[in-house]
């Protein structure tokens, strides 16, 4: 069954934490992904990855960065956490299909609080 | 603007109602769409993809229209399990996936 994990349920840091935010795939898909949900708003993207060592600026980047060494693995840093930055970040992976567009699989989510 | 808009709800309905929810999308090149379901507290999964010609799945009807610029989704003989929010999504050019902000549904006994 496809899988994509995230490291963290719940997460709880103090303004000005650099943070950590871990997602691995097991499916060996191209194109990983970091969203960002909060009430109201729906799914944001902040960064995406084609490929190893890829990136591209999603909707919202200021504040993050990303990291991608290994196909399977997609990180999300917060160089310095804001209360602003609370929100539910959900991992996704994809395998696009020419033409069909893609499907997306999600992580379970990070709930992330900074205090 | 949002780029994708729907009705926040939530919508309460009993159970074995039809219940239709519509989304607008504001950008004509859009290539692709979709519903996603997304249980509280859970990630969204996807729950079909919506064609020109329109398409059904079992009690879950997908319709677009390119013309306006909108798509609906249509759930008969509601279940109890069929409560959740159902995003819809866009994909244009390139990478861009673009989720309206979700419609809440209550199934009721």
């Known amino acids: 069954d496809v899988k994509v994990t995230q490291s963290s349920r719940y997460l709880v840091k103090r303004t000005g934490e650099k943070v950590f935010l871990e997602c691995v795939q097991d499916?060996?898909?191209?194109?990983m992904f970091w969203y960002r949900q909060d009430p109201g708003l729906g799914l944001r993207l902040i960064y995406f990855?084609?490929?190893?060592?890829?990136?591209e600026k999603g909707d919202i980047p200021e504040g993050y960065s990303v990291s991608r060494e290994k196909k399977e693995r997609f990180s999300l840093i917060l160089e310095s956490a804001s209360t602003n930055q609370t929100s539910m970040y959900l991992c996704?992976?994809?395998?696009?299909?020419?033409?069909?567009?893609?499907?997306?699989?999600f992580g379970s989510g990070t709930q992330l609080s900074v205090l | 603007r949002k780029e994708v808009e729907q009705d926040p709800g939530p919508f309460n309905v009993p159970e074995g109602a039809t219940v239709a929810f519509n989304c607008t999308y504001s950008?004509?090149?859009?290539?692709?769409f979709f519903w996603y379901r997304q249980d509280c507290r859970k990630e969204p999964k996807l729950l079909m993809s919506?064609?020109?010609s329109g398409n059904e799945d079992g009690r879950f009807t997908a319709q677009l229209n390119r013309a306006s610029q909108y798509i609906s989704l249509l759930i008969r003989d509601s279940k109890l399990s069929d409560s959740a929010t159902y995003l819809c999504?866009?994909?244009?050019?390139?990478?861009?996936?673009?989720f309206g902000a979700g419609t809440r549904l209550f199934v009721k006994a």
């Open positions: 990855s084609y490929d190893v060592k890829m990136k």
């Open positions: 996704a992976s994809s395998l696009l299909q020419a033409g069909t567009g893609e499907k997306l699989f």
């Open positions: 950008n004509s090149a859009s290539q692709s």
């Open positions: 919506v064609y020109s």
């Open positions: 999504v866009t994909l244009g050019g390139g990478f861009k996936t673009i």
């Open positions: 499916m060996d898909h191209e194109n």
